[in-house]
């Protein structure tokens, strides 16, 4: 014989919580399909989104263009650090010029005088009067050097008598500071000293004449630098602007959206058939109302502008990147994309640890939720170990995975500024090297600086946009499939209303089966309560008690057959108007959190204390009230202060306090003990005084009395009659009865 080892299945086995984990691994299934949904859903706000996006966009662009002006005003401020080089090359060069023309007027002046006059005089050129004796020195000097060679010339120059030398300089002006001869000699003396490629210019610039010196001095052209940063001043401010307009307009759409969809859920929770109930779990539509809204929003809120600025950033700097330079935009991207193979490489890793530690957070509460919810039970059988050591075990299990995961994600901050530092260096070691070669200006080195970040940036941004896009789109799915799940037939057209009503209640072969199962429980149940009758259905466990009155209430659709009340199909009622007819107590009691008063009020009108005080005493709870703190106004909820039995008490006496025209008993004195039970049956019988009530009791004593008793079994009637009647008769009912009345005696 095969032996098969019983594992018993202990707190602990169920693995997931209300709702399951619903995290950031989980996928749609159609993502697509979902988005173009959640899109929809939105229309009304579609021109507000679209403002918003725009916003992102023109914040963005504005943002890129900001490099490219920060460019310019570097090259302002390079331009006008040290001296001038340029204006210093055109100062020589006029110097030299004039010196040229002075020498040729000279030199004309002094042969004419010399061969011209059988005695040469003393002659005056540009204010120096030159002696004979000069005149012939120069002649002689200039004879003997070769004049087609500058340097030779400058040397002959040298050596000029001084009165020629001082025809030769005359004052120039440039940029309205007057250079004396004086200085210009110096000048060219000191740049005599300076190599052709520059070497020594730094330290004779030091030693400048002072006019000079006053030319050429370094100079900021400020108001070309104050002009960009007042440009860049308004561009970032602008842009800051058009990010807060982007926040709120899209923190309103998301808003509403979600407080739209958390009230299209709650008018949803109404509409539902009993059935969908049974089906989902309490949890399950909790987490759809609050988590999953939730990541919407959140997702809605964030990853839209985050993802079209994201792209326009990622795609703009690229762009404005190749405009400006591209082998520098070879050099940043080549350096960004190593860093992201390495960053891809990690969170690829990461990604199974995240998952385990989502589905191990799950599990762990689950468990928690398992044992808080059961303790009595796993008190009482010494379960406390077992539960601990569980608990234990998926502790250890989600510290292992939460710390590889947590470790392997605090690896991506530090990766990512180390890919943005790698960029930085790449840039600035290519642009040094192409600033010296003069191929690039020092303001393009800055500006790709800030666009390496503008390019490295956005990619994690895409990455996590479209993760959370991925979770609003599950989240989405979960929620639209709540919404549009199969609703209860739409009923604002029916016209028949029952007023007031007598009573009459006729099932006429109603035949009936739970939508989600294929046997049928109700096969063909007939039968006819008069006005005023006390009915009392009785039966063995799943006989389909419950599942009669719930048909009554049309809580559930009947398949087949009628039931009539005074005369009208409750089909074409509205299911309002049919639940206005009944009170209805069940074996499930269920308060909220409020006062014992309004507890007891409910969803009546005008209920005078007086009527409240006299239900509780019907019910034998008004002594026990008074006892609480605050009597009446004793704050409850579902799980504390009152006792199985006392919440019974109460909701007896809440349908007594609702007063409506027939009555429903599911058990409703099960918990009490039989002497309460007494009593409150005297209260009961005289509420039911000329009121139908249909009564579902295990203990035969409560039902004695009825007009009619139906005994169920498998869904169908066996037998029917009052109570003598069906004793006498020795069946079933007398069978039920008599072991009741056994085990009493
Ligand atoms: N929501 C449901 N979906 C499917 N089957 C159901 C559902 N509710 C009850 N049933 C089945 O219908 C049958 C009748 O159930 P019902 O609750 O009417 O029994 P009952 O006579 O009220 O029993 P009890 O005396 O234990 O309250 C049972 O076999 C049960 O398994
Ligand atoms: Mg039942």
Redesign the pocket.
């Known amino acids: 014989m095969e032996n098969k080892e019983y594992k018993p299945v202990g707190p602990g086995m169920r693995r997931h919580g209300p709702g399951g984990p619903a995290g950031s691994g989980e996928k749609a299934k159609d993502l697509v399909g979902t988005w173009k949904k959640l899109l929809g859903y939105c229309r009304r706000y579609s021109a507000l989104i679209v403002v918003a996006l725009v916003c992102a966009a023109a914040g963005t662009v504005l943002t890129l263009i900001g490099p490219d002006r920060l460019s310019d005003m570097t090259d302002a401020i390079t331009d006008g650090v040290g001296f001038d080089t340029e204006k210093l090359s055109d100062i020589t060069g006029q110097i030299t010029e004039n010196i040229t023309d002075n020498f040729g007027i000279v030199m004309d002046a002094v042969a004419s005088n010399m061969k011209g006059s059988a005695a040469p005089a003393e002659i005056e050129v540009n204010g120096s009067a030159i002696p004979v004796e000069d005149q012939s020195l120069t002649l002689t000097i200039i004879g003997g050097a070769d004049m087609s060679d500058e340097a030779a010339l400058r040397q002959a120059m040298e050596s000029f008598p001084e009165s020629v030398r001082k025809a030769l300089f005359t004052d120039i002006v440039f940029d309205g500071v007057t250079v004396g001869a004086a200085d210009q000699a110096e000048l060219l003396k000191i740049l005599g000293s300076v190599s052709d490629d520059g070497e020594g210019l730094a330290e004779a610039a030091g030693s400048l004449p002072e006019s000079v010196a006053r030319i050429i001095e370094p100079s900021i052209d400020l108001s070309v630098v104050t002009g960009i940063g007042f440009t860049l001043i308004a561009m970032y401010a602008a842009s800051w602007l058009l990010s807060i307009m982007q926040h709120w307009v899209m923190s309103t759409v998301t808003q509403r959206v979600s407080k739209q969809m958390r009230s299209d859920i709650s008018k949803k929770i109404n509409r539902l058939p009993?059935?969908y109930y049974?089906r989902t779990s309490t949890g399950d539509v909790l987490s759809r109302v609050t988590n999953d809204v939730d990541t919407i929003a959140q997702s809605l809120n964030q990853s839209l502008s985050t993802l079209v600025s994201a792209l326009i950033m990622f795609f703009g700097s690229l762009i404005m990147m190749l405009i400006t330079n591209g082998w520098m935009t070879l050099t940043a991207v080549t350096a960004s994309l190593l860093g992201f193979v390495l960053m891809f490489a990690i969170m690829g890793r990461s990604q199974k640890y995240f998952l385990r530690q989502q589905s191990c957070l799950g599990n762990l509460n689950g468990h928690i939720e398992e044992i808080y919810s059961g303790h009595t039970v796993v008190k009482a059988y010494n379960g406390e170990d077992e539960a601990g050591k569980t608990f234990d075990e998926l502790n250890s299990k989600l510290y292992e995975s939460g710390f590889r995961a947590n470790c392997l994600s605090g690896l991506m901050q530090p990766i990512m500024s180390f890919i943005g530092n790698l960029g930085y260096v790449a840039v600035c070691v290519v642009g040094g090297a192409m600033a010296l070669k003069g191929k690039i200006g020092f303001g393009v080195i800055v500006a790709f600086m800030m666009y390496v970040r503008y390019f490295t940036q956005p990619l994690s941004q895409i990455a996590q946009a479209s993760q959370s896009l991925q979770s609003a789109a599950a989240a989405g799915e979960r929620v639209f499939e709540f919404l549009e799940a199969e609703e209860m037939s739409d009923e604002s057209g029916k016209t028949k209303k029952l007023g007031k009503v007598g009573g009459t209640v006729e099932f006429d072969h109603v035949r009936f089966g739970?939508?989600?199962?294929d046997s049928v429980?109700i096969h063909d149940f007939s039968a006819v309560a008069k006005p005023g009758q006390k009915v009392a259905i009785v039966?063995?466990?799943?006989?389909?008690?419950?599942?009669?009155v719930?048909l009554l209430m049309r809580f559930n659709e009947i398949q087949s057959g009628e039931i009539r009340i005074d005369g009208i199909s409750t089909k074409e009622l509205t299911r309002e108007n049919v639940h206005e007819q009944f009170c209805m107590v069940l074996?499930d009691t269920w308060l909220f959190e409020g006062t014992v008063r309004e507890n007891l009020v409910y969803c009546t009108e005008g209920v005078s204390d007086e009527k409240i005080a006299e239900a509780c005493r019907a019910v034998g709870l008004d002594h026990y009230i008074r006892t609480l703190p605050h009597g009446y106004d004793t704050v409850l909820n579902d799980q504390t202060n009152l006792s199985q039995g006392q919440k019974q008490q109460l909701t007896i006496a809440r349908a007594m306090i609702a007063d409506r025209p027939m009555l429903i008993l599911?058990?409703a004195t099960s918990s009490v003990d039989t002497r309460t039970e007494l009593k409150i049956q005297e209260a009961m019988d005289k509420l039911m005084e000329n009121r139908t009530s249909f009564v579902?009791a295990?203990r035969l004593s409560t039902i004695k009395n009825s007009d009619l008793i139906l005994v169920?079994k498998n869904?169908d009637i066996i037998e029917s009659g009052t109570h003598d009647e069906l004793l006498a008769k020795g069946g079933f009912y007398a069978d039920l009865y008599n072991s009741q009345f056994d085990q009493a005696s």
């Open positions: 009993m059935w049974n739970y939508e989600d199962s429980i039966g063995p466990t799943g006989a389909g008690k419950t599942t009669i719930n074996q599911d058990e579902i295990h169920l869904g």
